[in-house]
């Protein structure tokens, strides 16, 4: 754990496979401070000690915080005002109150305020796992959040990066199953030609939705093709189709990216398309060259 006031003090990795989520405990009782930070660092979080309030906000004005566990009282402070005045500048953290005189009124007031939760002292190993998984997936949330609206302002259009349409809708997938703590689905080969011939005008944020309300309609296992909504089995708008007023350059195109997006490898799409591996590969190369696949960057495998 790291004192405000002790830079250099080791900390504890992460545990294997799991996000780090950093925390804040704000106790001026030194030895109920460092027993909860301990713990929080067997959890896998790095942890940051303080024993006032204006450490606390001394600390979130330095670093982005996942998790605060503040005790209500704090000296001459209120844990109540540092719980308003830190939401304030970190909205998205979990602040929880902790406390050993527990009052049914000021618990009630704390999660007015915004607090996630209200807890007796000591906490359980039980409790603290909770809410650092809490936490760790409200920062996930975050952190994709961000990125998808980086993504909406950075990247081409979804549309134009078909290659893309699947491993969004499988990560989206993994993030909503472990929000509620179910398997994460297959996306059979009937769900994933309809998600790559959609055009996505929503882009990334669509696909999300679309996803999410196909988990909704399908609780266990796969999400089959009926699970998605009843527009993705339609035609897709604006896409090249026979007998439209497209070239064939454009109609083989268009056909030849969306095979190579939900068929797995590169030779099997070669077999669905009835062409040699070498020959798509000239042909990718040759629409990259052009630009007709903007928003494809280098000429990678399937």
């Known amino acids: 754990m790291r004192r405000s006031s002790d830079r250099g ?24 401070g460092r027993t909860l930070a301990l713990h929080l660092e067997e959890l896998g979080c790095l942890v940051e000690l303080v024993d006032t309030g204006a450490a606390a906000l001394a600390a979130a004005g330095r670093a982005v915080f996942d998790l605060v566990l503040s005790e209500l009282a704090l000296g001459e402070e209120d844990g ?10 970190a909205p ?78 499988q990560a989206f997938a993994a993030e909503l199953a472990r929000a509620a703590g179910r398997p994460v689905p297959a ?16 882009n990334a944020r669509e696909l999300r939705e679309v996803i999410a309300e196909a988990m909704a309609a399908s609780p266990d296992g796969e999400l089959p093709p009926e699970a998605l909504p009843p527009r993705l089995s339609s035609p897709p708008p604006g896409a090249p189709v026979p007998g439209g007023p497209y070239t064939v350059e454009e109609i083989e195109r268009e056909h030849a990216l969306r095979v190579l997006a939900w068929a797995g490898s590169l030779a099997e799409a070669a077999r669905i398309l009835g062409v040699s591996t070498d020959t798509i590969q000239r042909k990718r190369r040759k629409w990259l060259e052009l630009g007709a696949a903007s928003g494809c960057h280098g000429d990678h495998e399937i």
């Open 9 to 32: 003090a080791a900390r504890r990795p992460p545990q294997p496979g799991a996000a780090a989520v950093r925390a804040l405990v704000a106790d001026p009782d030194p030895s109920s």
């Open 92 to 169: 998205e953290t979990e602040v929880v109150i902790v406390t050993a005189d527990v009052s049914c009124a000021t618990a009630v007031e704390a999660i007015r305020r915004g607090a996630s939760d209200y807890l007796r002292k000591p906490l359980s190993p039980e409790q603290l796992a909770r809410l650092v998984e809490e936490a760790r997936e409200r920062a996930a949330a975050g952190r994709l959040s961000r990125r998808l609206h980086a993504m909406e302002l950075e990247a081409p259009p979804l549309r134009e990066r078909v290659e893309d349409i699947l491993p969004l809708a």
């Open 80 to 89: 109540l005002d540092l719980l308003s005045r830190l939401l304030v500048e």
């Open 187 to 202: 996306l059979p080969l009937a769900t994933r030609k309809l998600l790559v011939a959609w055009p996505w005008p929503g």
